[in-house]
């Protein structure tokens, strides 16, 4: 009989690299040194498999880019179930999350596209007049959105720009993983992070990630809330996420249908929403989660399963977007692609830490870990960067984002919308359409702006010097 082996066999692939991955962590000071996580370490093994060597026998990224998709939102659903402490949503901490991330989107987008204009008046006059927007697709939405819409700029006759999409989603991720990683380290030197997480960390078990024979594992206790004679724990739980993955799904298809009576504009709106559906399981699991407290049913959630769960995902995910990356060399086009790579990434570094030491006023750092991976190389390795840090999602970091990942998708309707208008001005031979979007995210920085001046309060311009302001009350954990 014939069945379909290609999504095992890249499963199979991923976890021979997650284990290579978890070998040389075990084996190699540089990586202990450095705390890199097995999944990118795996990443990169997959990036070179897929870019050398599985194209000999007819091996593609497309399995991996379809379970980067499925992963990221089964992370999200996982995470938003947890029912976890009675605490009262923080809801300044919430916007203050919103607001960081929103404004490098718009930041982002306001710089490249500054860049590209400035390229197409001096050096580049042929340049793409959209080709800034790269920065905020391959850094903070990821390869696959930003491949997505340079295949659809590709499909109006700009060619090459699938690849250009890719590449900056290549670089992102680099500038996500090493500068995440210093990040982290140069954090740990300056006691930025709790003295409990420290100790944590120069444990020789956690530098190496395995477990020694003979030593005692973390207690990490699951609690069995179904008979396994009936439905084992795993499985329920594993359901409770995976329906709500469905119900995901059907309220994007409501909505896709919904927006088609809206002409082009909404279909095409409609198109770009799949993209970020991350945002709509996130919406959905807050419902579903409403409606299990509503009937008092939580308790037949296991958090610790859920974390799991969650932790598998997070995994398997990262692996799966470092390797699905194409390192293809764009002759044409890396002029313009280091320029407006490099110069982002340097201004987001910059804000982001100034801002995140100034405008959070709990667990600074750890948001700022989560909110950079997430701007420079999407959610993955923003989770990917957080669990270093906080392996059991115990901050609430994790948790304020997918509550602020909501904001965040009403606050960016607008760049999605206006995506394409520079390439129909450029079809024209027209740039106002291009100057009429630098408006748009330049009222974005200066919207970020005023909110950052209401919620940072008297730290606003304290010691503006200092690239992080240092904060007192790290020295104590909250829970």
């Known amino acids: 009989m014939n069945f379909h082996w290609t999504f095992l066999i890249d499963l199979g692939i991923i976890s021979i690299a997650l284990l290579l991955g978890t070998l040389i962590r075990s084996k190699v000071s540089f990586f202990q040194k450095y705390l890199i996580p097995n999944s990118l370490t795996a990443g990169f093994i997959l990036l070179i498999f897929y870019n050398w060597i599985g194209p000999l026998w007819g091996w593609t ?72 927007l790269f920065a905020t697709l391959g850094f903070s939405l990821g390869p696959g959105q ?19 999409g890719l590449t900056f989603g290549a670089l992102g991720f680099l500038l996500a993983c090493f500068g995440g990683i210093f990040l982290i380290n140069f954090g740990l030197r300056k006691k930025w992070i709790y003295p409990d997480h420290i100790s944590g960390l120069e444990k020789a078990t956690v530098r190496a990630g395995v477990i020694k024979r003979g030593e005692d594992a973390p207690d990490d206790t699951v609690e069995n809330k179904t008979s396994s004679e009936a439905i084992d724990p795993l499985s329920f739980n594993a359901a409770i996420i995976l329906g709500t993955y469905l119900l995901s799904y059907l309220l994007l298809r409501l909505l896709n249908w919904l927006l088609a009576f809206a002409g082009p504009l909404g279909a095409e709106l409609a198109v770009n929403l799949w993209g970020i559906m991350f945002i709509f399981s996130a919406v959905t699991a807050m419902i579903v989660k409403h409606f299990i407290q509503v009937f008092n049913m939580e308790y037949v959630i296991d958090d610790k399963r859920m974390t799991r769960i969650a932790g598998f995902s997070v995994d398997f995910m990262v692996a799966a977007s470092v390797g699905a990356i194409s390192v293809a060399v764009l002759r044409d086009y890396w002029i313009p692609i280091l320029i407006i790579a490099g110069v982002s990434g340097f201004i987001t570094i910059v804000t982001h830490i100034w801002l995140s030491s100034r405008i959070f006023e709990d667990h600074s750092f750890y948001r700022a870990i989560l909110i950079y991976g997430c701007v420079t190389g999407t959610l993955p390795t923003g989770l990917a960067l957080l669990r270093i840090i906080d392996p059991e999602f115990e901050t609430p970091a994790s948790q304020d984002y997918m509550y602020a990942s909501g904001m965040v998708f009403l606050m960016v309707i607008p760049i999605i919308i206006t995506a394409n208008m520079p390439a129909y001005g450029a079809l024209k031979g027209s740039l106002v359409q291009t100057y009429i979007v630098l408006g748009i995210y330049a009222f974005y920085v200066l919207f970020c702006f005023v909110l950052y001046l209401f919620l940072s309060g008297k730290n606003r311009f304290n010691r503006p010097a200092d690239l992080w302001l240092h904060q007192k009350h790290l020295k104590v954990k909250n829970k």
């Open 61 to 132: 990224t497309v399995s991996l880019e379809n379970m980067v998709f499925h992963f990221l939102n089964i992370s999200f659903i996982s995470m938003i179930l947890r029912i976890g402490k009675k605490v009262k949503s923080d809801k300044k901490a919430v916007l203050s999350m919103a607001t960081s991330l929103v404004a490098q989107y718009g930041l982002q987008c306001f710089v490249g596209t500054i860049l590209t204009l400035i390229m197409i008046h001096t050096i580049f006059p042929s340049l793409f007049p959209g080709f800034g």
């Open 146 to 164: 930003a491949f997505a819409i340079g295949s659809g700029w590709e499909d109006m006759g700009f060619e090459g720009l699938a690849s250009v």
